[in-house]
């Protein structure tokens, strides 16, 4: 029975790349890729898409030279060890983001979430379950998917992690942008729900987002998973305000 559903997963994995051949053409400008070419394409790869350079040993934002954390990091409480973001959040990766999000594009949840493996691994972290930054239910309606739910699954089927939904939106945080960072977190925290204590007790946990800007979302979501061993989040990209 586990062969044939196995089989099953293969021949559904072959049908979505089929459908979705993404492995030829770049994610960001979507243009053809040569057949060295992977993901990106030349001239994408140019254009500053990397998180890279001197970043916060939190948050993984870009920081100034010879510093080793940012000042939100070391003025407010992080309930999570580290976040990690494979790309820049510059004009590219946010069209890019943006077909993920709002326009249907969940084939990018798997180049996506191989960025983000490949940043997982170059810093040796470890977890145990995998738990999505949830989204409101009209939300998803009006969507159709929760996009940190796409990326979460994804890694989930590569690492063979399991994923577990724990928090859940009840209220939708529309206004964010207007408040300062300490009503941001007190409002998020108003919107969200632990759904389930025991599953996360003593687990390390991966939380996972799309887009990581103030980290006041992941960081909400990690004060209401202290019951947990220990807390990475990951992004796929990350905004750098701080430079
Ligand atoms: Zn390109
Ligand atoms: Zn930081």
Do not use: W
């Not at 030829?24 to 993901?39: A, P, Q, R, T």
């Not at 998803?140 to 998917?145: A, C, D, L």
């Not at 687990?203 to 019951?227: E, F, M, P, Q, R």
Request: positive net charge.
């Amino acid at each position: 029975m586990k062969n044939f559903t196995e089989k099953i997963k293969r021949i559904a994995n072959k049908t979505l790349d089929i459908l979705f051949p993404n492995d030829f053409k770049c994610i960001l400008c979507g243009k053809d890729l040569f057949s060295n070419e992977y993901v990106f394409c030349k001239e994408c790869l140019l254009d500053d898409i990397f998180n890279e350079g001197n970043r916060c040993v939190k948050c993984d934002t870009i920081i100034k030279e010879g510093n080793i954390i940012c000042d939100h990091c070391k003025n407010s409480k992080r309930f999570f060890e580290k976040c990690v973001c494979p790309l820049n959040y510059n004009d590219k990766v946010k069209n890019a983001i943006l077909k993920f999000k709002e326009d249907n594009a969940r084939f990018l949840a798997r180049p996506f979430a191989e960025l983000i493996i490949n940043r997982l691994k170059e810093e040796n972290i470890q977890f145990d379950i995998i738990v999505p930054v949830p989204s409101h239910i009209k939300t998803i309606k009006r969507r159709g998917y929760n996009p940190s739910l796409l990326l979460a699954n994804e890694i989930g089927r590569i690492l063979n992690k399991p994923v577990m939904e724990v928090l859940v939106k009840n209220v939708i945080t529309s206004k964010q942008k207007f408040l300062n960072y300490e009503d941001r977190q007190n409002n998020l925290l108003d919107s969200m729900t632990l759904v389930d204590k025991t599953s996360i007790r003593g687990k390390t946990i991966l939380l996972v987002d799309d887009v990581i800007t103030t980290c006041a979302t992941i960081n909400t979501c990690s004060s209401l998973l202290v019951k947990a061993k220990k807390i990475y989040a990951c992004g796929v990209a990350r905004t750098n305000i701080n430079i």
